[in-house]
């Protein structure tokens, strides 16, 4: 496990967006200045981590791919992404727990506002977490003449979500701290897992967003 920094360029636009600001409109100066306070102090909730291992692929088959240890990631869209591509890193990261805490407070409190702005704030920040993490690990393979896939995570387009019992198999136990439910879900919330291909330059351009007709999905690139 890897502790990060926990200061993150938060996107304004991005967490106004996820408390129901349309990108045309503007928000009260009341609003303004409570994102602008959250954005700058939010630091104090952060207790970034992240863990990452990188596997062969010892096989694509079909929908099939099977990892030199034995994790099985089945999707059609994951086979495509990992068929010409040696080499995968599985990832798991986190903001940590003391954010979704404060939240949770907030909302009991009867803070509702408070509590939706922060929790946006997270999000954004555990996605710019996610966005260091695959620019170091984009950085490892160039320094090897490799370059990286997209990243993926199991419940985007047909990879299930129930395929994180695949991924945190492949961590072997190492998981930034994060824990997995029955239900696949991981705790803390404002966590990401997934995968990233390593190989040459002709695994970077696969993109299944250009053939799906979800146009409302939020992990459209």
């Given at each position: 496990?890897?502790?990060?920094?926990?200061?993150?360029?938060?996107?304004?636009?991005?967490?106004?967006?996820d408390?129901?600001?349309?990108?045309?409109?503007?928000?009260?100066?009341r609003?303004?200045?409570?994102?602008?306070?959250?954005?700058?102090?939010?630091?104090?909730f952060?207790?970034?981590?992240?863990?990452?291992?990188?596997r062969?692929?010892?096989?694509?088959?079909?929908?099939?791919?099977?990892?030199?240890d034995?994790?099985?990631?089945?999707?059609?869209?994951?086979?495509?992404?990992?068929?010409?591509?040696?080499?995968?890193?599985?990832?798991?990261?986190?903001?940590?727990?003391?954010?979704?805490d404060?939240?949770a407070?907030?909302?009991?409190?009867?803070?509702?506002?408070q509590?939706?702005?922060?929790?946006?704030?997270?999000?954004?920040?555990?996605?710019?977490?996610?966005?260091?993490?695959?620019?170091?690990?984009?950085?490892?393979?160039?320094?090897?003449?490799?370059?990286?896939?997209?990243?993926f995570?199991?419940?985007?387009?047909d990879?299930?979500?129930?395929?994180?019992?695949?991924?945190?198999q492949?961590?072997k136990?190492?998981?930034?701290?994060?824990?997995?439910?029955?239900?696949?879900?991981?705790?803390p919330r404002k966590?990401?897992?997934g995968?990233?291909?390593?190989?040459s330059?002709?695994?970077?351009?696969?993109?299944?967003?250009?053939?799906?007709?979800k146009?409302?999905?939020?992990?459209?690139r």
């Amino acid at each position: 496990m890897v502790t990060a920094s926990s200061r993150f360029d938060i996107d304004r636009r991005r967490v106004l967006h996820d408390i129901g600001y349309p990108p045309d409109s503007e928000p009260s100066a009341r609003m303004e200045s409570l994102v602008n306070d959250y954005v700058k102090n939010a630091h104090q909730f952060f207790s970034p981590s992240f863990s990452y291992v990188v596997r062969d692929i010892e096989l694509v088959d079909g929908t099939s791919v099977v990892l030199e240890d034995g994790a099985i990631f089945e999707s059609e869209v994951i086979a495509r992404l990992l068929e010409k591509a040696g080499k995968v890193a599985v990832f798991v990261l986190t903001i940590g727990r003391y954010l979704e805490d404060t939240v949770a407070q907030l909302g009991q409190g009867g803070l509702v506002l408070q509590s939706a702005v922060l929790d946006a704030i997270g999000s954004d920040a555990t996605e710019r977490l996610a966005d260091s993490v695959e620019s170091q690990i984009s950085e490892v393979a160039h320094n090897q003449g490799l370059t990286i896939s997209r990243r993926f995570s199991p419940g985007y387009c047909d990879w299930d979500v129930s395929q994180q019992k695949s991924v945190f198999q492949s961590m072997k136990g190492d998981c930034a701290g994060v824990q997995l439910t029955d239900g696949c879900l991981m705790l803390p919330r404002k966590s990401i897992s997934g995968i990233i291909g390593i190989g040459s330059h002709d695994i970077e351009g696969y993109n299944p967003c250009k053939t799906c007709d979800k146009h409302d999905c939020v992990g459209r690139r």
